[in-house]
């Protein structure tokens, strides 16, 4: 009989698996389930160009039914995994179906995380995640509308630029002293705040929301100072949760996401796992992290798929990240730590600047803003563990690789 690969989770890392094991040779059965009705796409864009109605829906999917169809790839979308029976070997899906499978793959990434205040409720809020959700705030994106943006991260951040580009007025809350204030430097913070600022967006940190009034739908945003702010629209993006209820209720390890080794194995042997919903270990930074990214997804579900094919490959990578707000690009490579020494490279007066972050003079991480030059050499870099010097690495009249020592 031919061995079956089931995989839970048609996004990123899902898409990903199908493509791998199919590349690698793997020709028995394999099996996609998606709760969301479409074929894996692409989040990024949600926020960014088919938010602002620059990229079509159709350009959003990694691959087109045919691919599936000559790849025989059995496709179960529309239909959520509600029951992980590790003894049985099966996964049972809403609609009461229960699939069998030899090797099993958990790709079920991050769910928006919901406001955690009275009216989150009401029409008129919004979260973004899926196709649905940009869809549905698109709809709302109308001139002169007032929206307020509650969290001062990256999606927050995009959303309120999009609200921009069509003409609404858009007020940012943020709790924290400043924008983005859990991933880069008070220097990067700063200059996105005046990007933002200079856009036209009323930017207000150390501001907790208390409420969202309204009767039928949203009317005001109450903070916690007792501003009532009108609002037509919200707009949430204050984190995600790594979704993590099938595998804990099947007993695999969970901590922060579904805890893997570092060949993305969880603690079944049978079962794998990769993307938003992992809690995996870095044998670069030595220790274990959880990440949001394309790149971390992508790269897992790679790496988690050549191990089910019994490779035994280490998932060991430098992670890196990024986001566009307005003509700006902010690009973040590895994890700085809470100690690491911070060097300001270049004059965010002057644009194209980055943070550098050194641990006992290694380089460990880069923030960089319009500098893809920077960027591109500290990733190369950081995986060569380099150590820096300081002042000549702050000197941004030299290239970065004439700092190592
Ligand atoms: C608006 C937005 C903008 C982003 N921008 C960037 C960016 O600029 N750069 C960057 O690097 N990253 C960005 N990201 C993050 C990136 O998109 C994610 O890290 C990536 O999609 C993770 O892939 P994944 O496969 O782990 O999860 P997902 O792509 O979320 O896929 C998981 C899928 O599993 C499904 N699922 C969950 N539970 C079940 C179940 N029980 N049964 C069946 N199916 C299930 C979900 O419905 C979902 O379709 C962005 C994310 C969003 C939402």
Redesign the pocket.
């Known amino acids: 009989m031919s061995t079956t690969f089931l995989i839970?989770?048609?996004?990123?890392?899902?898409?990903q698996a199908i493509d791998t094991l199919r590349r690698e040779g793997f020709d028995g059965r394999l099996i996609l389930?998606?709760?969301?009705r479409e074929l894996?796409y692409?989040?990024?864009?949600?926020?960014?160009k088919f938010l602002h109605g620059e990229l079509a829906a159709e350009r959003l999917p990694f691959r087109h039914r045919p691919f599936y169809d000559e790849h025989r790839v059995e496709l179960r979308l529309g239909?959520?995994?509600?029951r992980l029976d590790r003894a049985a070997h099966t996964v049972e899906?809403g609609g009461g179906e229960r699939l069998t499978y030899d090797r099993a793959l958990l790709?079920?990434?991050?769910?928006?995380r919901p406001l955690p205040c009275a009216g989150a409720n009401l029409a008129g809020v919004h979260t973004?995640?899926?196709i649905d959700d940009?869809n549905a705030l698109r709809a709302q994106l109308r001139a002169g509308a007032s929206a307020v943006i509650i969290g001062g991260g990256?999606?927050g951040l995009?959303a309120a630029a999009a609200c921009r580009h069509f003409g609404l007025e858009a007020t940012v809350l943020e709790m924290a002293d400043r924008v983005m204030a859990r991933v880069v430097s008070p220097e990067v913070s700063a200059f996105f705040a005046e990007a933002h600022r200079a856009h036209g967006v009323r930017l207000s940190c150390n501001t907790r929301v208390v409420s969202i009034e309204g009767s039928d739908r949203v009317a005001a945003v109450v903070c916690g100072d007792g501003t009532r702010l009108a609002a037509d629209l919200v707009i949430a993006g204050v984190g995600?949760v790594p979704?993590t209820?099938?595998a804990a209720s099947a007993g695999l390890a969970v901590d922060d996401g579904i805890v893997v080794d570092e060949y993305c194995r969880t603690s079944d042997p049978s079962i794998f796992a990769?993307?938003?919903?992992?809690n995996h270990p870095s044998p670069h930074y030595g220790r274990r992290i959880r990440?949001?990214?394309?790149?971390?997804?992508f790269e897992q579900?790679k790496t988690a798929a050549l191990n089910m094919l019994g490779r035994n490959v280490i998932h060991d990578r430098i992670p890196?990240?990024?986001?566009?707000q307005y003509e700006h690009k902010l690009l973040i490579v590895g994890l700085r730590g809470d100690r690491d020494e911070r060097v300001l490279r270049g004059d965010p007066r002057r644009g194209g600047f980055s943070t550098l972050y050194l641990r006992d003079g290694e380089l460990t991480a880069v923030e960089a803003v319009d500098d893809t030059k920077d960027y591109m050499a500290a990733r190369k870099l950081i995986a060569g563990r380099a150590r820096l010097d300081p002042t000549k690495a702050a000197d941004k009249g030299r290239d970065l690789k004439d700092a190592v020592i």
Do not use: M
Not at 79 to 82: I, Q, Y
Not at 320 to 324: A, K, R
């Open positions: 839970v989770g048609a996004g990123q890392a899902g898409a389930v998606g709760e969301e894996p692409q989040r990024p864009p949600l926020s960014k239909s959520k995994a509600v899906l790709c079920l990434g991050a769910r928006a973004l995640r899926t940009a990256y999606i995009e995600a979704i209820d099938l990769a993307g938003d919903c992992v990440l949001e990214s394309v790149d971390n997804a579900a890196w990240f990024w986001s566009d």
